[in-house]
């Protein structure tokens, strides 16, 4: 018997958890480079730290009618569903990127938070828009 994760009621707020997977993996992919081309290597890791940082101090909350992004107890921004035309989470297998846009602007989130709550949460709180 397989146990799936407990989807939240659309009512309460959800915060995601971090996943450090995305900028260690950079880290990972620039140790190699460093034989191959430093400068490239330096860029790819100092681009993993940039977003190890963020995914340490970043955190996404889904509330009922908004996604609000914070940094520690501040709130950085406000996302209203009810703007929102369409999200997608870019390459299933291994999540990297989140997209969503609004009536008047585009947003790309690299891939710091948990995956599967992330779509969880985007299908219970905004189901009319498309994938």
């Given at each position: 018997?397989?146990?799936?994760?407990?989807?939240?009621?659309?009512?309460?707020?959800?915060?995601?958890?971090?996943?450090?997977k995305?900028?260690i993996?950079l880290?990972?992919?620039?140790?190699?480079?460093?034989?191959?081309?430093?400068?490239?290597?330096?860029?790819?890791?100092?681009?993993?730290?940039?977003?190890?940082?963020?995914?340490?101090?970043?955190?996404?909350?889904?509330?009922s009618?908004?996604?609000?992004?914070?940094?520690?107890?501040?709130?950085?921004?406000r996302?209203?569903?009810?703007?929102?035309?369409?999200?997608?989470?870019?390459?299933?297998?291994?999540?990297?990127?989140?997209?969503?846009?609004?009536?008047?602007?585009?947003?790309?989130?690299?891939?710091?938070?948990?995956?599967?709550?992330?779509?969880?949460?985007?299908?219970?709180?905004?189901?009319?828009?498309?994938?």
């Open positions: 018997m397989t146990t799936t994760p407990s989807i939240p009621v659309s009512t309460e707020t959800v915060q995601l958890a971090p996943s450090f995305l900028p993996a880290l990972m992919i620039a140790v190699p480079l460093v034989w191959v081309q430093l400068w490239v290597s330096g860029a790819i890791a100092l681009f993993g730290v940039f977003l190890l940082i963020q995914a340490a101090t970043l955190r996404l909350h889904f509330t009618t908004d996604l609000d992004i914070y940094r520690g107890e501040s709130l950085l921004r996302f209203p569903y009810r703007d929102w035309q369409n999200w997608a989470i870019f390459w299933p297998p291994m999540p990297i990127l989140f997209y969503f846009k609004e009536v008047n602007s585009i947003h790309f989130l690299p891939m710091l938070f948990d995956p599967k709550l992330l779509r969880a949460c985007l299908e219970q709180r905004c189901p009319t828009v498309c994938e």
